[in-house]
C-alpha cells in the first residue's frame, strides 16, 4: 500500500499565518490526491481535488499543489475557523490511504 | 441537498458481526460509488472500502477477509458488514460519497465529495 507522510504532526500558528502542510507519498501517485478538514466531533470535508483544484465553495485562502511524491496544502491567512486536523488522501491506487493528519492549533 | 445518514448498533461483542446502514437521501443511489471510512478514537482516518451502484466491489486488503459492502437501490441504501470484531475494530464509522466534482477533456475528476456525520461503534 502507498504510504502518505504528512509533515509536520501538528503546528501552532495564528489567525493572518500563512499555512504550509506538505503530503509525501512512498511511490509517485501522479497528482490523484486530495486534502480533507476535519473538525473536532465533524466529518472531514473535501477541500481540494486533483492535487490543486479547490472543491466548490471552499474558500480561496486554500490552495494545493504538487505531483508525483510532493505535495502540499497551503492557508494563505489562517481564519478562526481554519483550526482544524487536515488530511491527505491518495486515490491512486488501491488500498485508498490516508495521510495521518496535521492538528492545526491556536497559537 | 444530498444527505447520508449511518445507522447500527453502536455495541457489538467481540467475535461478533458490525453491521451499519447508510441511507443515502437527495440523490439516486446508482450511478455512484459509496464507501466506508472509520476512525479509531484520536486516531486517522482508514478506508475499509467501497462499492459501485452496479454491485462491483473494492476493499482494503487489511480488512478483506471479513467486510461485505452490499448496496440496496430500492431502499438508496448500502450497508457494511465487519465479521469476526475485536476491540481493535473500535472507531467512528463513516459513509462517504465518490463523486465527479471536476473534470477537463478526457479526464472526470473523483472525490469523496459527501460524508455522513459518522456513527460510533464499540466492541466490547
Known amino acids: 500500500a502507498i504510504q502518505l507522510t504528512q509533515s509536520p504532526s501538528s503546528l501552532s500558528a495564528s489567525v493572518g499565518d500563512r499555512v504550509t502542510i506538505t503530503c509525501r507519498a512512498s511511490?509517485?501517485?501522479?497528482?490523484?490526491l486530495g486534502w480533507y478538514q476535519q473538525k473536532p466531533g465533524k466529518a472531514p470535508k473535501l477541500l481540494i481535488y486533483?492535487?490543486?483544484n479547490l472543491q466548490s465553495g471552499v474558500p480561496s485562502r486554500f490552495s494545493g499543489s504538487g505531483s508525483g511524491t510532493d505535495f502540499t496544502l497551503t492557508i494563505s491567512s489562517l481564519q478562526p475557523e481554519d483550526f482544524a486536523t487536515y488530511y491527505c488522501?491518495?486515490?491512486?491506487?488501491?488500498?485508498?490511504?490516508f495521510g495521518q493528519g496535521t492538528k492545526v492549533e491556536l497559537k | 441537498q444530498v444527505q447520508l445518514q449511518e445507522s447500527g448498533p453502536g455495541l457489538v461483542k467481540p467475535s461478533e458481526t458490525l453491521s451499519l446502514t447508510c441511507s443515502v437521501s437527495?440523490?439516486?443511489?446508482?450511478?455512484?460509488?459509496w464507501s466506508w471510512i472509520r476512525q479509531p478514537p484520536g486516531k486517522g482516518l482508514e478506508w475499509i472500502g467501497y462499492?459501485?451502484?452496479?454491485?462491483?466491489?473494492n476493499y482494503n486488503p487489511s480488512l478483506k477477509s471479513r467486510v461485505t459492502i452490499s448496496v440496496d437501490t430500492s431502499k438508496n441504501q448500502f450497508s457494511l458488514k465487519l465479521s469476526s470484531v475485536t476491540a481493535a475494530d473500535t472507531a467512528l464509522y463513516y459513509c462517504?460519497?465518490?463523486?465527479?466534482?471536476?473534470?477537463?477533456?478526457?479526464?472526470?475528476?473523483?472525490?469523496?465529495?459527501?460524508w455522513g456525520q459518522g456513527t460510533g461503534v464499540t466492541v466490547s
Open positions: 511511490q509517485g501517485i501522479r497528482n490523484d
Open positions: 488522501l491518495q486515490d491512486y491506487n488501491y488500498p485508498w490511504t
Open positions: 486533483a492535487s490543486s
Open positions: 437527495g440523490v439516486s443511489i446508482s450511478s455512484h460509488f
Open positions: 462499492i459501485y451502484s452496479s454491485g462491483s466491489t
Open positions: 462517504a460519497r465518490r463523486s465527479s466534482v471536476g473534470r477537463i477533456p478526457g479526464r472526470v475528476f473523483l472525490a469523496l465529495d459527501m
